[in-house]
Nanobody
Framework: QVQLVESGGGLVQAGGSLRLSCAAS????????MGWYLQAPGKQRELVAE???????NYADSVKGRFTISRDNAKNTVYLQMNSLNPEDTAVYYC?????????????????WGQGTQVTVSS
């Protein structure tokens, strides 16, 4: 089975920075698009940023110019560098990855989620 383990969340003052990491492990043939999503209390889960296996990126308007998504394909790891944080960024951040596995001779691709990591920004 595949699992995604997140780290790097915590408490930071407004204007500060954090870097989130998410590593995929298990029986993995390939990792396609990876991304970060946030979920604030009482709100829907929303895309923050995503990155394809070729390095193309997509960001939510609210984080453009402040956050940077990157990946290390050799480590099956995706990162989110978060700068100029403000209290509105406070949320649980979830890692997501589309991963292909082989079960016998057959390939299967599906979405996997990390456990979530809390980011809290104080004013």
């Amino acid at each position: 089975q595949v699992q995604l383990v997140e780290s790097g969340g915590g408490l930071v003052q407004a204007g500060g920075s954090l870097r989130l990491s998410c590593a995929a492990s298990g029986s993995i043939f390939s990792v396609k698009t990876m991304g970060w999503y946030l979920q604030a209390p009482g709100k829907q889960r929303e895309l923050v940023a995503e990155i394809t296996s070729g390095g193309s990126t997509n960001y939510a308007d609210s984080v453009k110019g402040r956050f940077t998504i990157s990946r290390d394909n050799a480590k099956n790891t995706v990162y989110l560098q978060m700068n100029s944080l403000n209290p509105e960024d406070t949320a649980v951040y979830y890692c997501n990855a589309n991963i292909t596995r082989y079960i016998g001779p057959d390939s299967f691709t599906r979405s996997y989620w990390g456990q979530g990591t809390q980011v809290t920004v104080s004013s």
